[in-house]
């Protein structure tokens, strides 16, 4: 790789994930959302998830460890906790599976319908009764779609906002199943052979633009009509979204990604 090349992908990191924090200090989360979107752009899914693994654990663990009720909410969700990590595990193979453009398919898939979904501001309630049998089953679908595209908002985010939380615990809740999803992830990319130490370092070092964008998007908070930033947030995603399964029919599930 040229030096030019290699600039030019440094500049586009520090933006993916200086973009993906000022998201998510806005809205409290979209941080691994943002960056796997916009570092697909120009790499491998499987290689964006490597670049994501530290600062995602860096920014959900400081919302995580910032909330007021940390031991409740962690038994609430443990079974759906366990979901993830299995369902994470399970799903590996699509994102370090040879075809990186699938891959990519399934990850614009993914932010499309996500980005719809914000769109249309449906809302749904779990009955507490429910919550025992629906945990553990919207986890292992979060830790399929976590292992399949590196996203791990689908189903998680719409479920936890389903339930009778407050906001401070829900962004405690977020916090929870981002970190859990990071480290199931992270797991999973090195059980399978695909974690990098090299990827390991960028990763490192892409904590700085991740946490300036994060303190930036918390000062933008007050400041900013909440509400219209996150339905810009999902009407890009939407775009995104489509533009990467559009590239993936274009491409075929056969080719590697550029």
């Not at 909410?73 to 599976?97: E, H, Y």
């Not at 993914?110 to 809302?123: D, I, P, W």
């Not at 490192?204 to 000062?219: D, E, R, S, T």
Request: proline share 5%; net charge positive; hydrophobic share 55%.
């Amino acid at each position: 790789m040229s030096s030019d090349s290699t600039l030019a992908l440094a500049l586009l990191v520090g933006f993916a994930f200086a973009a993906a924090g000022v998201v998510k200090g806005v809205i409290g989360f979209g941080l691994p959302t943002v960056a796997m979107g916009l570092l697909s752009l120009a790499m491998a899914p499987a290689e964006a998830a490597m670049l994501l693994v530290v600062p995602s654990l860096v920014t959900n663990l400081w919302q995580l460890l910032a909330g007021p009720r940390l031991a409740a909410i962690s038994r609430r969700l443990a079974t759906m906790m366990l979901g993830v990590v299995v369902g994470t595990l399970l799903g590996i193979g699509v994102l370090t599976g040879s075809s990186s453009v699938l891959a990519a398919g399934a990850l614009g898939a993914v932010l499309a319908v996500y980005g719809a979904f914000g769109l249309s501001a449906r809302r749904f309630t779990v009955r507490p009764s429910a919550e025992p049998r629906l945990a553990p089953v919207i986890g292992l679908l979060t830790g399929l779609v976590t292992g399949a595209t590196g996203i791990f908002a689908i189903p998680a985010v719409p479920y936890l906002n389903s339930l009778d939380l407050s906001k401070d615990e829900l962004i405690q809740a977020l916090g929870l199943a981002f970190t859990v999803s990071t480290l199931a992830l992270a797991a999973g990319l090195a059980l399978s052979g695909s974690f990098r130490w090299s990827a390991a370092t960028a990763s490192l070092l892409a904590v700085v633009p991740a946490v300036a964008g994060m303190a930036a998007g918390q000062f933008l908070r007050s400041r900013l009509r909440p509400e219209a930033f996150r339905r810009g947030f999902f009407i890009g995603l939407v775009m995104l979204g489509l533009y990467m399964v559009a590239r993936t029919l274009l491409h075929g599930p056969g080719s590697g990604a550029g």
